[in-house]
């Protein structure tokens, strides 16, 4: 099923590095048995009984998107398209968090809901609901498995065992840590996570700015020149030649239909937020997010950017004189390779197992809540004791993982896996986006306009998805010259507006839901004071999440002007 | 455990369990393994990949660093959290 051990080349770890490796793999593990001794109910399990301080969820939901594609992806940007990959972060993310602390979660928070899922019931009723908690808990198998399939794959890369090997070992790490302590024992973890991935990547930007000679030095020996150091118009990042349209692109198509559908409907993401102490807190976790995400892309992207300027490998492929044995995806390695000492490769490495592990147990969390509350509970059996759907919880677990194994040998198919990961998101998360969006602000939305929407909306992003020439692979016909990034920013643009068009006019031939029914869920109808915090007044200036968005919405900007 | 005077509900600290001791462990650990290596370990063929710079210790002195700064955040501010979850007040 699996392709054969890759020796393309290797990372020679020494007993020092596998010290390190350990020691890590012993505190993850430790954190789970001991925050198993700390459940006492359901909603323990899998919101960590909504007791988490804000900085503790803002690094989670920060983590919990810095997986395997997060560093390998953009790096492997970097290298290839220099400073526009600073789009992903300051475009394509910052705002929707700020939106979501400042706008969203409010009502996720105030409803009392569990699941981004569940306040698609309250609102629009079981048929909307049941679209969306399926293809959201499908998504997620699909999603663990890629990021299973990647783990594995650079296990194989540094220690050389092969990949069905790394595959089953990286799975029951995995599978023990989140069944042995829920949410609480992944958000901790995926903390933890956060600071050895900096640890790891810090030190290595910093010989990579040494050994280049500074960003004087990158600014010099750039390939193929100058326009690798700006970010704007990113014409080679989105393959539009015209500077106006790759702007309208960049700013419409990721910074809008793809990146709010992504940051604000995606329960992976907003699980985190929802597991907070107050309203304030869970508002607080998205904006405090935002701020190490901005500089997230400085010890991600740069150490790609030197990768293919110092690494000869990856500067032959960029100069095309490459023979093929690496690809982009590897140039944050290359880089470990040629300039870390045994000890710093070590840190490197357990840094890069831990991010690679944090996609795929979110994956894995949100599926098991989604699955036992959403499915179970709803369709299957209703009005069971607690500790029932804690089993069901903890065999979804296991479950998902035995089949995020199988989703990894899928996944192992695709040759490029950054296009794929793209175009499901369009198909699941932008028709999502478009019906919250409409649903909240606009009462008279009907039930059926909302799982009509979504199910419209899909079938829009899967039509232009099969037209364009790669977007699904051999099934895509190619009648639209569209291709990578541009095939998917399409399939999402075609999924919000036509998810939109068909809600407005099934709904001005159906029925609207009762009003009283609607309210904490409609923002004309919510009163004010369900969506602040009761006690927001007596709140210090760094605890109020109006002011911590205005700060980081200024630093942004100040980065794209610094940067463009 | 103490009790917490407006809600009478019992709270109690979580001492070292709480994650930022956690994260004081493993990051100083590394630390101090980083450090040792780059003191009493750094080769010349090693230093001379990444253009002299002992990024071992330099990296190791900066984990030592930031997990006293955790450990003395723990310290001054301790994480206090209520014996029992809050009934189902969500619901």
Not at chain 1, 197 to 225: E, R, Y
Request: a neutral charge; zero cysteines; proline letters at 4%.
């Amino acid at each position: 099923m699996l392709l054969a051990a890759d020796e393309t080349f290797r990372l020679d770890a020494d007993v020092f590095d596998y010290t390190i490796v350990a020691l890590y793999f012993v505190v993850v593990l430790g954190i789970g048995v001991l925050a198993r001794r700390q459940i006492s109910s359901s909603l323990d399990f899998f919101l960590s009984g909504r007791s988490l301080p804000a900085w503790v969820t803002g690094l989670a939901f920060i983590s919990a998107n810095l997986g395997a594609v997060e560093i390998m992806g953009m790096s492997a940007n970097g290298a290839q398209f220099g400073a526009a990959t600073f789009h992903y972060f300051w475009i394509g993310a910052v705002p929707a968090m700020l939106f979501l602390g400042i706008v969203m979660m409010p009502f996720y928070y105030g409803s009392g809901v569990r699941s981004v899922p569940e306040f698609m019931r309250r609102r629009f009723g079981t048929g909307a609901h049941l679209v969306n908690a399926l293809s959201f808990a499908v998504a997620q198998l699909l999603i663990a498995g890629i990021n299973l399939f990647l783990l594995a794959t650079i296990v194989n890369r540094l220690l050389g065992w092969p990949l069905w090997v790394s595959l089953v070992v990286a799975a029951a790490i995995v599978l023990t840590y989140t069944a042995l302590g829920g949410l609480s024992a992944a958000i901790y973890n995926e903390v933890l996570q956060f600071f050895v991935i900096v640890a790891a990547l810090l030190p290595l930007t910093i010989i990579a700015l040494h050994k280049v000679g500074g960003w004087q030095g990158v600014v010099d020996k750039v390939s193929p020149g100058p326009e690798q150091i700006s970010s704007w118009p990113g014409t080679d990042l989105t393959g539009i030649d015209n500077p106006v349209l790759s702007v309208i692109g960049i700013v419409f198509g990721l910074g809008f239909v793809l990146s709010f559908g992504y940051w604000t409907t995606n329960f992976v993401e907003v699980q985190r937020a929802m597991a907070s102490d107050s309203i304030s807190s869970a508002r607080r976790a998205p904006i405090l997010g935002a701020f190490p995400k901005m500089f997230i892309p400085f010890i991600v992207i740069i150490p790609g950017m030197i990768a293919a300027i110092v690494v000869p490998e990856m500067a032959d492929l960029k100069a095309g004189t490459g023979d093929g044995d690496v690809t982009y995806n590897d140039a944050i390695l290359l880089l470990m390779r040629d300039l870390l000492p045994n000890g710093m490769l070590g840190i490197a490495i357990a840094g890069l197992l831990a991010s690679f592990m944090a996609g795929m147990a979110a994956n894995i969390s949100a599926f098991n809540t989604v699955f036992s509350y959403d499915l179970w509970q709803q369709y299957v059996k209703k009005d069971q004791p607690d500790g029932h759907y804690l089993t069901v919880g903890r065999i979804a677990t296991v479950a998902a993982t035995l089949i995020a194994i199988g989703t990894a040998g899928i996944a192992s198919q695709y040759s490029n896996l950054m296009d794929y990961l793209q175009t499901l998101f369009g198909f699941f998360n932008a028709p999502l986006f478009a019906t919250f969006i409409l649903g909240m602000f606009w009462k008279r939305m009907s039930a059926a306009a909302g799982w009509i929407g979504l199910v419209s909306g899909t079938l829009a992003a899967v039509v232009v998805a099969l037209l364009s020439e790669d977007a699904l692979g051999s099934l895509s016909t190619g009648a639209l010259s569209l291709s990578g990034q541009g095939a998917s920013f399409v399939a999402a643009g075609a999924a919000f507006v036509v998810d939109i068009l068909v809600s407005v006019v099934v709904t001005m031939v159906t029925k609207s839901r009762a009003e009283k029914d609607l309210v904490g869920l409609v923002y004309s109808l919510t009163p004010k004071e369900s969506l602040v915090d009761p006690n927001a007044k007596d709140l210090a200036w760094y605890q109020s999440p109006t002011k911590l968005a205005g700060i980081a919405l200024v630093l942004v900007i100040i980065l794209n002007v610094v940067f463009r | 455990m103490q009790p917490d005077s407006t809600t009478g509900r019992r709270k109690v600290k979580i001492g070292v369990f709480d994650i930022r001791f956690v994260i004081a462990g493993l990051i100083g650990l590394y630390g101090i393994i980083l450090t040792l290596l780059g003191i009493f370990r750094a080769t010349d063929e090693e230093l001379a990949r990444g253009d002299g710079l002992n990024i071992n210790l330099w990296a190791g002195i900066g984990m030592l660093v930031v997990a006293a700064l955790f450990a003395a955040w723990a310290r001054w501010k301790p994480l206090i959290v209520p014996a029992t979850p809050p009934a189902d007040d969500a619901d």
